[in-house]
């Protein structure tokens, strides 16, 4: 009696188990069926995202407090190491196969510069940058949950404004392109690195495992979404077209703001969301952060013991988080890792912008009321 009972939870949770992966391949296998092989394929390349950002551990707030609060570099030298293995892949075919593929390119403005301070600051507050937002929703953090369609909204109306904001200035965009751009790409990687060893506290410098493990299949994945998307990966605009959608299905005349109103904008809000590149990789990591939680412990996560102020900045930072972002041509994702990895200038001058404001944001916080209670 005692081996049999024993011997069920985990023949049950097996079976749960089991459920999942076939759960995500029939999601994959139905978004191939009714868009296309290619969509499909993104969706995978999504859930991929997914597993490993939430399954590793890997982010990007979190190890940016880690840095800046504890003088830990682990974390942000794995986002270094990811960015470069994509560098010296991604910038030499985009300079080979422009006409098929294109980098996450982007002017530096004020605007751009101002963004990304505001997105830095912000994605502390919440602690969860685009995909850590995601992913943060995903497996069931509440905190996450609501900062996501605010993200969303934010994110909207940034595009909705995104012309009068770029109208106050920028300069012409710098590409560092071919092999002589992997060197300087590299180099500067280098030598964040190296900043980063060199402030850190004693007994910190080693990678873990698990983040060089992370590290090489987010630039696997990320080199697969280039591939098969036609352009590297991002959070922001997929988001921005969700609020889009919503807002035109309510009736609201987008016809008045010149991002909305472009043609190829108009064309895809009148197309679904499982033929939006962005899109498919967004509903992908949500979905790879609720595998993961679900294959790990189900969702048994507490409500955070918060007051009432701190779900409000909630809802504040989620709104500046996807406006802000919007202003910045990218979050962590669409301008740090992918625009450096695809030699932009902006992606290191978004990264600038963005540390420091992150330096602000996790000092708002204790205020904000968002360090939980004991």
């Not at 986002?79 to 910038?91: H, K, N, S, T, Y």
Request: aromatic residues 10%; charged residues 10%; positive net charge.
């Amino acid at each position: 009696m005692t081996d049999v009972t024993t011997a069920r939870p985990g023949l049950g949770r097996g079976i749960e188990r089991s459920a999942l992966i076939l759960l995500a391949l029939a999601a994959a296998l139905a978004v191939a069926a009714t868009a296309g092989a290619r969509y499909g394929l993104l969706l995978l390349i999504g859930l991929g995202f997914g597993i490993t950002l939430e399954g590793l551990r890997f982010g990007f707030a979190g190890p940016w407090r880690a840095m800046i609060v504890r003088r830990e570099p682990a974390g942000l030298l794995a986002q270094l190491v990811a960015i470069a293995i994509v560098a010296v892949v991604a910038i030499p075919l985009i300079t080979q196969n422009g006409t098929e593929l294109i980098g996450a390119h982007a002017p530096v403005g004020f605007a751009m510069l101002g963004g990304a301070f505001v997105f830095g600051a912000a994605m502390q507050v919440v602690l969860g940058c685009g995909s850590g937002t995601l992913v943060n929703a995903g497996s069931g953090n509440l905190v996450g949950v609501l900062a996501l369609p605010f993200f969303a909204i934010g994110s909207f109306a940034g595009a909705y404004h995104l012309t009068w904001w770029t109208d106050l200035g920028t300069a012409p965009v710098v590409v560092f392109d071919g092999y002589d751009g992997v060197a300087v790409t590299l180099a500067g990687l280098a030598a964040i690195a190296t900043a980063a060893l060199w402030l850190a506290a004693p007994g910190t410098r080693r990678i873990p495992r698990r983040l060089w493990l992370a590290a090489g299949l987010l630039a696997a994945f990320a080199l697969a979404n280039l591939v098969v998307a036609g352009q590297p990966w991002g959070v922001v605009y997929g988001l921005g077209l969700w609020a889009a959608k919503g807002a035109g299905a309510l009736g609201a005349d987008l016809s008045a703001s010149p991002f909305w109103s472009a043609p190829t904008n108009v064309e895809r809000l009148g197309q679904s969301i499982l033929t939006d590149v962005t899109s498919l990789t967004n509903l992908g990591i949500v979905g790879g952060a609720f595998l993961v939680a679900a294959w790990r412990h189900g969702f048994t996560q507490p409500v955070p013991d918060l007051p009432l102020r701190a779900w409000a900045a909630t809802v504040v930072a989620g709104l500046l988080l996807g406006y802000s972002s919007r202003l910045a041509f990218g979050c962590n994702v669409g301008a740090f890792f992918s625009g450096v990895s695809t030699g932009s200038l902006h992606g290191w001058a978004w990264f600038v912008m963005a540390f420091a404001g992150a330096w602000v944001g996790i000092r708002l916080r204790p205020a904000l009321g968002l360090e939980e209670r004991r």
